[in-house]
């Protein structure tokens, strides 16, 4: 029988319970879906994830890159579903992993943690170091120095209150957005060729002549396809923070979502046709390709835009990467000292020692080769869904069945269909990147073999906030 687990009211060898406490310490509920909302798109982060992620989509996909973003959209469909579903049975801070430990056993729980927490270690460090590329209309700064200083900064902003974090991201979002439609309208004003180009399927070769794209280099896109709106899961995350979870966590992952996707992908499709030509559009200078378009001072806001949103993302990583770090000590993940201090909260209410843990770390990420980054975090978010969705699964057996929750519709096909293409999307994935992400999670499970599934009592007990189970 599979060995699942149950809610656990409170702390059973008290590491992360303060004293005077009767259980583990719970965040504070404080924002709604138009707050969880700002969070989650700005974690989505829009526009960095078009100028730093898809330029590198261009370069191999070409003419497909907007074809593949639309596939990888609608897999996210199933996934979002998913992730609704199972949010709203255990609104917890631990997300994937509180999720997956409940339905699919605690090794499942376990192994699906230290993917995510691949995951959020290594984005924001991706991501933040693009600032360099779109500061250099002003200053000209080493990406890996401008990325460790963004880390940090958003490590700074990151202790302060989540009410607060929410409106700061909201007005960055909004810049994001502004540059984003930018670049779709000036695109689109200087279309090149016809629609018909989005499925022409083709890439400049290293002769500068038009090479096909083929099926299976679309498939291994897929991987960082998932990535480019992987963030929409931040709302699981927060949901032990949201206002009216059992509602207000399916709202919030369905329309960052689709948000998130147009907000991405019209500009994609704007790019493609606005390309001059098909070595323009491989070689992925976006900023080159909105001066052209319109003049120096253009280009330089939107370059402003983007780097704003390269800080806003960060920020907003940091808020997710440290409440998954804050939930795993408090479920006793970790032996007794370690699980004290990550649980520890600041003044204003944010598990502060568990952001810094995240965010230095993160710092020192920007020194790492991004290639190496780019492959171990789409091999890891492929695994992450595939681990989600045989839990959603399996989310309708026994007492669950009856719990007050959001249901997704064709259950249990999306789920059964979503395993298959994921799994078949992994086989596609380079064999270095399968190794380190392998590599890193079999050391994982030598961890849980010998430390955490010795200690079932005391250890690696997953809980959900007593009021989220009304």
Same mark, same amino acid.
């Given at each position: ?21 009767? #259980? ?34 261009? #370069? ?19 996934? !979002? ?33 230290? @993917? ?61 957005? /502004?540059? !984003? ?36 280099? /679309? ?5 960082? %396809? @998932? ?43 704007? /790019? ?14 976006? #900023? %080159? ?72 770390? #993160? ?37 669950? $069945? ?13 789920? !059964?269909? @979503? ?29 849980? %073999?010998?430390?955490? $599934? ?17």
């Amino acid at each position: 029988m599979t060995d699942t687990l149950r809610p656990v009211p409170a702390a059973v060898d008290g590491s992360a319970v303060p004293d005077g406490q009767d #259980g583990p310490q719970k965040l504070k509920r404080s924002i709604g879906v138009v707050g969880g909302t700002l969070l989650t798109l700005s974690c989505v982060t829009p526009a960095s994830t078009l100028f730093v992620v898809v330029p590198d989509l261009f #370069g191999s996909l070409g003419t497909a890159t907007a074809l593949t973003i639309a596939i990888g959209s609608l897999l996210c469909v199933a996934v !979002a579903f998913c992730y609704s579903e199972l949010g709203t049975l255990i609104p917890s801070a631990g997300g994937e992993y509180a999720m997956v430990s409940t339905m699919a056993g605690r090794l499942a729980g376990w192994l699906v943690f230290v @993917l995510s927490l691949l995951v959020v270690m290594i984005v924001p460090p991706v991501i933040a170091m693009g600032t360099a590329d779109y500061l250099a209309p002003i200053v000209h700064l080493d990406p890996s120095l401008a990325g460790a200083a963004v880390m940090l900064l958003a490590t700074f902003a990151g202790l302060l209150d989540l009410r607060a974090n929410a409106w700061i991201t909201g007005v960055f979002l909004v810049l994001e957005v /502004i540059a !984003a439609a930018v670049v779709a309208v000036l695109g689109f004003a200087h279309s090149e060729r016809g629609a018909g180009s989005l499925v022409s399927l083709e890439v400049a070769g290293t002769d500068g002549h038009a090479d096909t794209v083929t099926a299976m280099l /679309i498939v291994s896109g897929l991987a960082i %396809a @998932l990535f480019v709106t992987q963030g929409f899961s931040t709302a699981v995350y927060l949901s032990e923070e949201l206002e009216n979870p059992r509602r207000n966590v399916a709202r919030t992952v369905l329309a960052t979502l689709a948000i998130s996707t147009v907000i991405i992908l019209v500009p994609v499709v704007g /790019i493609t046709l606005g390309a001059s030509d098909l070595t323009e559009l491989t070689g992925g200078d976006i #900023g %080159a390709m909105v001066t052209a378009w319109s003049n120096s001072a253009v280009g330089t806001f939107v370059s402003l835009c983007v780097a704003l949103a390269i800080v806003n993302a960060g920020i907003v990583m940091v808020i997710q990467n440290s409440r998954v770090l804050f939930a795993s000590a408090r479920d006793k993940a970790w032996p007794r000292p370690v699980n004290a201090v990550f649980s520890k909260l600041g003044r204003f209410g944010s598990p502060w020692v568990a952001t810094l843990a995240v965010g230095v770390p #993160g710092a020192l990420l920007c020194f790492v080769d991004l290639d190496t980054l780019y492959g171990v975090t789409g091999v890891s978010v492929t695994g992450m869904y595939l681990l989600v969705a045989i839990a959603a699964l399996l989310a309708r057996r026994g007492a669950h $069945r009856h719990t007050h929750a959001w249901r997704m519709p064709l259950w249990p096909v999306v789920p !059964a269909v @979503l395993i298959a293409i994921l799994a078949y999307i992994l086989t596609q994935q380079e064999t270095v990147h399968l190794l380190w992400t392998g590599g890193i999670t079999a050391a994982a499970t030598l961890y849980w %073999a010998f430390y955490l $599934r010795p200690r079932p009592g005391t250890r690696w007990l997953v809980s959900i906030p007593e009021d989220a189970r009304d």
